[in-house]
Each structure stands twice: as C-alpha cells, then as structure tokens.
C-alpha cells in the first residue's frame, strides 16, 4: 500500500518505537488507555492495558531475545487501511542465548483514535513455533521475574 493518511503514519510510529525501544515515543503515540491484545495461547497471551503493561508481557518475553537491531527489525507492511483501522504485516524475530533463532509472521489489526493507537490485536501466523520457541529461550536463560498473573487481569494505566 502506497497511500499514507494519519492512521497509517501513527501505526507506523508505534512500530518505530517499539523498534527503537524508545518508551517515550512509544507512549505519545498511543493513547493512554492502549489495548495490546495477544493470542492466549502465547506466555505472555491477554490484554495488556497503557503502555506501561507492554514490559510486563510481550516486552518482559522479548526484549532480551532481541539484542541487535537486525532482531528488533519488524519489517511493517501496511496491506489494508480504512479510516481508523489498519492492517499490518510483520516479522517477530528472536535469538536465544544458545543461538537459535525464530522469524515468524504476525498479523495486526490496529484501531488508531484522535491520531494515537487506541487497540492493536494480534494474529500470529504460527503460535505454536512462537511458544516452542520462548520455551527453550527459558530454558536456555530465565525470562525476567513477572508477577505470575495472566495479563488479561491486569490493568495498568
């Protein structure tokens, strides 16, 4: 897709940030109710809730799995936007500390209010290879310590 109109342009600054681990762009880009909604069958599955929620779940999994720019890259691809909404597909990549590593498809559906992320929900290609992948990043070297409840019911502002 080759038209950029305000959502897109917002979606794509999220991607950056999170690209850049860049908290403070990451959080003038969404608005301070986000919804970061992940398939369950993931670790760190659920809804995480403000941007703050992000270092509990997806971020505490892959932050460490990703430690140069070449795994951090997401490759965005817009394929469909309308209004508020917008379609991307991305790359979730990952090395572990024994060196293997996990390039998978992930698809986001993201709803874009007032110029800012509102709601990404995401649809992963092949979750199973995702969780046998964390599973022996785990084994390999511990994830960091995380309050041990399901994200759905946390709420964090």
Known sequence: MTTSTPSIEAVLAVFAAVEQ?????????CQPDVEFCWPPSLPYGGTARGVAGRREGWAAYWDRLQPTAAQRRLDPRVVAATGQEVVVLWRQRGLTPAGESLDSEVLGLYHVREGKLSRGQMFYFDPTAVCAFLARASRAAPARATTGEPLSTRHTA
């Open 21 to 29: 681990r860049d908290d403070a762009a990451l959080a003038r880009a």
